[in-house]
Nanobody, 116 residues
Framework: QVQLVESGGGLVQPGGSLRLSCAAS????????MGWYRQAPGKQRELVAG??????TYADSVKGRFTISRDSTKNTFYLQMNSLKPEDTAVYYC???????????WGQGTQVTVSL
């Protein structure tokens, strides 16, 4: 019912930047929860950044470096990643949950690799 298409991953050097995009097939109202998760090999999926209304939240490991934002005119939300570190290497997934609906929808995942 809801499709999320991710883009923007790739290989970047330490200290570099990437912007991930998540395009939704539905209107993204500000009351929805929109988030970015990541999963590194052998580790559990973790919440990196999320936003609902105007309240963003970030994992401690990315505070000050990553910014989540949304553009309702494009039905798209973003993760701007600056000052990337090798430990940021993971598959990144976007997720969306609509108001009063518990089902979460997930993007297909995009690989982010931070390496020389």
């Amino acid at each position: 019912q809801v499709q999320l298409v991710e883009s923007g991953g790739g290989l970047v050097q330490p200290g570099g930047s990437l912007r991930l995009s998540c395009a939704a097939s539905v209107t993204i109202f500000s009351t929805y929860f929109m988030g970015w998760y990541r999963q590194a090999p052998g580790k559990q999926r973790e919440l990196v950044a999320g936003i609902t209304l105007a309240m963003p939240t970030y994992a401690d490991s990315v505070k000050g470096r990553f910014t989540i934002s949304r553009d309702s005119t494009k039905n798209t939300f973003y993760l701007q990643m600056n000052s990337l570190k090798p430990e940021d290497t993971a598959v990144y997934y976007c997720a969306l949950k609509r108001t009063n609906v518990e089902t979460a929808y997930w993007g297909q995942g995009t690989q982010v690799t931070v390496s020389l």
